[in-house]
C-alpha cells in the first residue's frame, strides 16, 4: 500500500523567512513524488516533480530514499505562495495518492 | 500544459435522482483519467481509474453500482453518481494523465437535497 503524510495541516511564515513543509512517503517500489499546489479558487495543478529536478517559482524538493521524505522548501517566502499544498506518490499504476494538505499563510 | 473541464461545476440534486458530471480534456487525448473525491478539509481520495474503452478500476470502498464511470472516448470520461444521498454530497475532481502528468479538472460540487 502507498502512503503519504503531511504532518503539518497549517503552517504560517513571514514574508521573507524560508519555508519548509514536510512530506513522508511509504511505498514498497520506487515511487515517483510530486507537490501539487491549489491556490485560492483555482484547480489543482503540478508545483514540480522530483525525477525533474527543476526549480518552480523558488521551491525545490528533494527526493530522500532513506527517510522516504520529500520536503518542499523555499529560502524565501512571499505572500503570492500562500497555497494549499499537497504531496502526491504515484506507484506503479500511476494513480497519484495524495497527502492530507498543508494550508501555508505567507503573512506580510 | 493541458487543460481538462469539469461540467457542471456544481449541481443540486434531490435525494434520489442521478447526477452525470462530465470530464473533458480539450486539448490532448487522455487514455487514462482518474476521479477522486474530496470532503470538506480533507485530502483527495482515488475513487476509480477509468480507462478509454474498458472498464473502470474502483478503489476499495467505492462502490461502482452508486458511481458509474464511462470512457468511451480518448477525451471524455462521465461520473454518474445513481440514486443520490445527502451522504453523497461532496467535491467531485476529475484529472487526465498526459504523459505521467495528471492535470485536474475545476471540480464539481454536489449537493444532494
Known amino acids: 500500500a502507498q502512503r503519504v503524510t503531511q504532518p503539518e495541516k497549517l503552517l504560517s511564515v513571514f514574508k521573507g523567512a524560508p519555508v519548509e513543509l514536510k512530506c513522508n512517503y511509504s511505498?514498497?517500489?520506487?515511487?515517483?513524488l510530486f507537490w501539487y499546489v491549489q491556490y485560492s479558487r483555482q484547480r489543482l495543478q503540478l508545483l514540480l516533480r522530483?525525477?525533474s529536478r527543476e526549480s518552480i517559482k523558488g521551491f525545490t524538493a528533494d527526493l530522500n530514499k532513506g527517510e522516504t521524505s520529500f520536503h518542499l522548501k523555499k529560502p524565501f517566502a512571499q505572500e503570492e505562495d500562500s497555497a494549499m499544498y499537497y504531496c502526491?506518490?504515484?506507484?506503479?499504476?500511476?494513480?497519484?495518492?495524495f497527502g492530507s494538505g498543508t494550508q501555508l499563510t505567507v503573512l506580510p | 500544459g493541458a487543460v481538462v473541464s469539469q461540467h457542471p461545476s456544481w449541481v443540486i440534486c434531490k435525494s434520489g435522482t442521478s447526477v452525470k458530471i462530465e470530464c473533458r480534456s480539450l486539448?490532448?487525448?487522455?487514455?487514462?483519467m482518474f476521479w477522486y473525491r474530496q470532503f470538506p478539509k480533507q485530502s483527495l481520495m482515488l475513487m476509480a481509474t477509468?480507462?478509454?474503452?474498458?472498464?473502470?478500476?474502483?478503489e476499495q470502498g467505492v462502490e461502482k453500482d452508486k458511481f458509474l464511470i464511462n470512457h468511451a472516448s480518448l477525451t471524455l470520461s462521465t461520473l454518474t453518481v445513481t440514486s443520490a444521498h445527502p451522504e453523497d454530497s461532496s467535491f467531485y475532481i476529475c484529472?487526465?494523465?498526459?504523459?505521467?502528468?495528471?492535470?485536474f479538472g475545476q471540480g464539481t460540487r454536489l449537493t444532494v437535497v
Open positions: 484529472a487526465g494523465d498526459k504523459n505521467t502528468e495528471a492535470f
Open positions: 522530483h525525477i
Open positions: 486539448d490532448f487525448q487522455a487514455t487514462t
Open positions: 477509468s480507462n478509454e474503452g474498458s472498464k473502470a478500476t474502483y
Open positions: 511505498y514498497s517500489g520506487s515511487p515517483e
Open positions: 502526491a506518490l504515484s506507484g506503479s499504476a500511476r494513480q497519484l495518492t
